[in-house]
């Protein structure tokens, strides 16, 4: 019998895939990323006995700034990933891939090979899915420190610029994970169909590694999605919170005009100045005009405590 040839993990760079003597699956890549070009189309597909796919994150709260770009092409043997753009070093930071940033800071170097290829695939595609859960979890602490803030009274009229801008952030993030699991979605259904025909492009453990993944993918873009939901929430509390602020103010605005409301009858009524009029020439006029004034100041406040307005 002979022996199953050991998959292995290939990682290059743009410049590489370019400058460097083919093999025949790096030119199947190659002319694949022609056809189906990465910059403009993210997805799987079938070509011949492999998987074509492509994907892309974007960073921005409209998206407009692509940092990772890449394309690889998979199957039972081989796991072939070409890196067009990571500004952000998305791919170099996945931990236990250390290859990935001897690629990107040593232009002489040709290629990097991972031996074994299931525990590669795993390392990449769950260093991808660890730095998006990092970013779910912080955005999830953000938005419950906020919601404290709001609950506890403390209000910035800037929030709402807040609010928009993460519900835009974690639209990017919901976009580009959900375009990944439609990737991933893509492997596992093609796999299913080549396998009801008795073929198999991905190795058994290979295959039951992507399904996992698919549900794990889905779970956080719940996560991400629930989130979104979640600023709802905080918008609407935001708001309750300035419509209460607000009409505590015009309470207080209330009080103190409906207390002044009787000392500016007084005001007018004392200021005709009539010659008839029994205080204008009386000598404690002033004095009783004062002492009524501050008496109807206490009668108000009196008045409002017990009706609990302050």
């Known amino acids: 019998m002979k022996e199953k040839k050991k998959g292995t993990m290939q990682i290059l760079d743009w410049k590489q895939l370019k400058e460097k003597k083919r093999s025949q699956q790096e030119e199947l890549l190659w002319q694949s990323m022609y056809k189906l070009e990465p ?3 993210n997805g799987v597909k079938l070509v011949e ?4 796919g492509a994907f892309h994150f974007h960073e921005g709260y409209n998206g407009e700034n692509r940092i990772v770009n890449a394309a690889f092409l998979l199957n039972e043997q081989d796991f072939i990933l070409v890196v067009l753009k990571d ?6 930071k996945i931990e236990g891939i250390q290859p ?3 690629v990107f800071l040593s232009e002489d170097l040709e290629q990097t090979k991972i031996s074994n290829l299931e525990d590669g695939i795993e ?3 769950e260093g991808i899915l660890k730095q998006g859960q990092q970013k779910v979890e912080r955005m999830e602490q953000y938005l419950i420190d906020m919601e404290q803030e709001i609950v506890s009274g403390k209000i910035n009229r800037n929030r709402n610029k807040t609010i928009f801008e993460c519900k835009r952030s974690l639209s990017v993030w919901k976009n580009d ?3 990944f699991l439609n990737i991933v979605e893509g492997i596992n259904g093609l796999e299913q169909k080549k396998k009801d025909n008795k073929e198999q492009i991905l190795t058994e453990e290979s295959a039951c590694y ?3 993944y698919e549900n794990k993918l889905k779970r956080m873009t719940e996560e991400i999605q629930f989130l979104y939901e979640e600023l709802v929430h905080i918008r609407e509390a935001l708001d309750a919170a300035l419509s209460y602020e607000q009409n505590r103010i015009m309470k207080v605005f209330t009080t103190v005009t409906t207390i002044f409301m009787p000392l500016t009858l007084i005001a007018g009524w004392y200021g005709m100045n009539f010659i008839w009029m029994p205080e204008l020439h009386w000598r404690y006029g002033y004095v009783f005009v004062a002492i009524l004034s501050v008496l109807v100041i206490m009668i108000c406040i009196w008045f409002f405590k017990k009706k609990k307005l302050f």
Do not use: A
């Open 177 to 179: 994970y959900v375009q």
């Open 123 to 125: 390392t990449l595609f």
């Open 100 to 102: 990935i940033q001897e």
């Open 210 to 212: 992507f399904r996992v």
């Open 87 to 92: 500004e952000r070093g998305i791919l170099r």
């Open 49 to 52: 006995n492999y998987f074509y």
């Open 39 to 41: 910059f403009y189309w």
